[in-house]
């Protein structure tokens, strides 16, 4: 058991391994204009490389569920953010379009087992009665990215070129690795209950074949899809949309991604209090509140700035509820296994969300979206699905045994309904 010296140390270095590690993904969508002209690429190119990232963390995700769970939690973090940091590095040497899809493909199959492998680090060191505090430290990474990780990143490109955001926060990154090998503990816990080797398979069918677990997964499912029909799309719709000036749009990024900080912060002691489905349900009648009057049917008079801010806030109190309950549904040997999977699912229904929203989105002669009602609505649906199986997920976690996670997730789970 840690000490409360040593908590807050942990929490601060895999904050820090998070805020690396979605920095690294979300600067370079913006960043796409600037590499494109300096590489020779076609502008409707530029989707590959967001894909490509994304597609190596799916498959990284399901080729780690078969081994990650049997390396010290340490090293295996330290190596995978090396990886990430290589790849990210390569992508400042790109020449053009195959070398850049090849350092975002080295980093995403990097940088997706080491989200899993975080997150299973606090599940391992932090009690359930106060994980759900923790959770919010960690996801409060997102914010601190969006809110000064995108900004710098966008302002080294202006002075230095679109190489220097790359090397910034491969330099980051390689720090960070860094103080996690030397500061974190040794984690080897979870190989107390680890199997031989050979068995990587069968325990792999074994854990999908969990009722609890696969509930998890269909809610991990339902709850990126309802975030990525719209992510994708929602700059361009509030700009061409609901008149948004485009100068102005660091200012919904800036108070929207402070604010959300601010409510994982909030939401995480909640969730230690209340339990996670009833704070997610909070988040969920914020965000079909938004995708209706927002998205759906537009309130005339309803400001650019509740709209937005309104929809990062819900989006974040459900990801934070839902990561905090999910957390207790794998017994400890487990943890990396079921996370490689999750990612891997998560990134694939992201993948599915943006085919999808594309196929019902059209641009008008005026540049403005038609089709967004439908997508919202999907959206709706896909928020209201996922909130129903986090129900179920939370009384089954409380049922222990009987529930399918085994004796040992029953014992962690226990009183936490």
């Known amino acids: 058991m840690l000490n409360a010296r040593s908590e807050r140390r942990l929490l601060f270095l895999i904050a820090a391994v998070q805020f690396v590690n979605l920095l690294d993904f979300m600067v370079v969508m913006p960043l796409g204009p600037d590499f494109a002209v300096a590489l020779g690429i076609p502008m409707s190119d530029i989707g590959l490389i967001g894909g490509s990232y994304t597609a190596a963390a799916a498959v990284s995700g399901l080729a780690g569920a078969f081994f990650l769970d049997r390396f010290d939690r340490r090293r295996a973090l330290a190596i995978a953010m090396l990886g990430l940091v290589l790849g990210t590095a390569a992508g400042g040497l790109a020449t053009g379009l195959p070398s850049l899809l090849a350092a975002r493909v080295l980093a995403g199959a990097f940088g997706g087992p080491a989200t899993s492998i975080a997150f299973s680090i606090v599940a391992d060191a932090i009690p359930p009665e106060r994980r759900g505090k923790a959770m919010g430290v960690v ?225 008008l002669p005026d540049q403005r979206l038609d089709g967004m009602h439908a997508v919202a609505a999907l959206a709706i649906a896909f928020t209201l699905a996922s909130s129903s199986l986090l129900f179920l997920i939370e009384r089954r976690v409380a049922l222990g045994p009987s529930s399918g996670a085994g004796a040992g997730a029953a014992r962690v789970a226990h009183g936490r309904g």
């Open 139 to 363: 996801m409060g990474a997102y914010s601190l990215a969006a809110v000064l990780g995108v900004p710098a990143g966008l302002e080294l490109a202006r002075r230095g070129g679109f190489q220097l955001p790359f090397f910034a926060v491969a330099a980051l990154g390689l720090a960070v690795a860094g103080l996690a090998l030397l500061l974190l503990p040794s984690m080897r816990g979870h190989l107390a209950g680890a199997r031989a080797p050979g068995t990587a398979v069968r325990e792999l069918r074994a854990l999908v074949a969990r009722p609890l677990v696969l509930l998890s997964y269909a809610a991990t499912a339902a709850m990126t899809m309802a975030s990525f029909l719209v992510i994708p799309n929602i700059s361009a719709y509030v700009q061409h949309n609901l008149g948004y000036p485009r100068e102005r749009l660091g200012l919904l990024y800036l108070v929207g991604g402070a604010l959300t900080f601010v409510v994982m912060r909030t939401a995480g002691a909640l969730i230690d209090r209340v339990g996670a489905f009833r704070t997610s349900a909070a988040g969920a009648a914020v965000l079909v509140t938004v995708l209706y009057a927002g998205f759906h049917s537009y309130v005339p008079g309803l400001p650019v700035l509740v709209v937005f801010v309104a929809f990062m806030t819900g989006t974040a109190i459900r990801n934070i509820s839902y990561s905090t309950l999910v957390s207790r549904v794998p017994l400890p040997s487990e943890r990396a296994r079921f996370g490689s999977m999750q990612s891997a699912l998560e990134h694939l229904s992201s993948a599915l969300a943006a085919f999808l929203s594309a196929r019902l989105l059209h641009e």
